[in-house]
């Protein structure tokens, strides 16, 4: 054989036919890239960019509070690295005339920040809207990145508790109130008792519910059918009840839409009745009537 394939050399052909979806993939690349090319550049506004004015070191010897620790950084300066262990076995250095705070290991240098303006940091730290209003651990995070003072901590904490757009906007979990036991009765008809029960199979005069009533003093029960649950049929039921044995003082119903009417409230508030709602979920609040709904459905 004259020559074999391997003497051959093919040149290497770009594939010019794409697939449909290559050619989608490369439109929809193109276009999220005109969009991001129009979309406008955010800005960083000057405000939110602090630094420490030019007097800061002025500030820095006429503060009291750090006084001490600028004595003490100030008789080490010109030793090795300029440091000085102050206060709590931390690590404090002059370089230039301003006071330093250094991290154990010396990763972070940070400024030690005078009492007048420690206001100004906590809120650029917190307030502005890079901040975000984040929390005690990320503000003190952010803060302590370039600054610092003794008790940052502490002032980082109350400062987010006292931040009235925090108290506004954050969700804080309330602890909901103990149960209370409801104190014995010995007055009959002081307080009572009512819940609907129902619905049952209906009667020939059209009936499938029955408000029943309990009285806590003497336990005497009464049960009143009603065709629906109503308001206005509660509110009959109730004052046929009141016409035979007077104005009870109290009344404890579930959270039944036809006990938290406004037609019921109106007849509390016309008969000075108080009306107490049991809670959610928990009817044992009313269990006099709810032991006796057992017995009238057996």
Request: charged share 20%; net charge positive; glycine share 8%.
């Given at each position: 054989m004259p020559f074999s394939h391997t003497d051959i050399d093919f040149p290497e052909h770009e594939k010019l036919h794409k697939s449909r979806r290559q050619r989608r993939r490369e439109k929809l690349l193109g276009s999220v890239q005109k969009m991001a090319e129009q979309l406008p550049v955010p800005e960083v506004d000057k405000a939110d960019m602090w630094e420490p004015?030019?007097?800061?070191?002025?500030?820095q010897k006429e503060d009291e509070s750090l006084k001490e620790l600028f004595s003490k950084a100030t008789e080490t300066e010109g030793e090795k690295n300029g440091i000085a262990t102050a206060l709590y076995g931390e690590d404090y250095f002059i370089r230039d005339g301003l006071l330093f705070h250094q991290l154990e290991g010396g990763s972070i240098e940070q400024v030690v920040v005078p009492q007048c303006l420690r206001g100004k940091v906590l809120a650029l730290g917190h307030d502005v809207p890079l901040a975000g209003h984040l929390g005690n651990v990320k503000t003190f995070e952010r803060i302590a990145r370039r600054f610092y003072w003794p008790g940052l901590y502490t002032d980082v904490l109350k400062y987010c508790k006292s931040c009235p757009i925090c108290q506004l906007t954050s969700s804080h979990k309330v602890r909901p109130s103990p149960l209370k036991s409801l104190p014995i009765i010995g007055v009959p008809f002081h307080r009572i008792g009512m819940d609907i029960v129902g619905p049952l199979e209906r009667t020939r005069s059209g009936h499938r519910f029955i408000l029943v009533v309990c009285d806590y003093a003497t336990r005497y029960p009464e049960a009143f059918p009603l065709r629906k649950i109503t308001a206005v049929a509660v509110a009959r039921a109730l004052l046929q009840l009141i016409?035979?044995?007077?104005?009870?003082?109290?009344?404890?119903?579930?959270?039944?839409?036809?006990?938290?009417?406004?037609?019921?409230?109106?007849?509390?508030?016309?008969?000075?009745?108080?009306?107490?709602?049991?809670?959610?979920?928990?009817?044992?609040?009313?269990?006099?009537?709810?032991?006796y709904n057992r017995t009238l459905k057996s």
């Open positions: 004015p030019s007097n800061i070191r002025d500030l016409s035979r044995v007077g104005i009870p003082q109290e009344i404890i119903t579930d959270q039944g839409t036809a006990f938290l009417s406004k037609t019921l409230k109106q007849v509390y508030s016309l008969l000075g009745i108080k009306g107490i709602r049991t809670t959610p979920y928990h009817p044992q609040t009313d269990g006099l009537v709810e032991r």
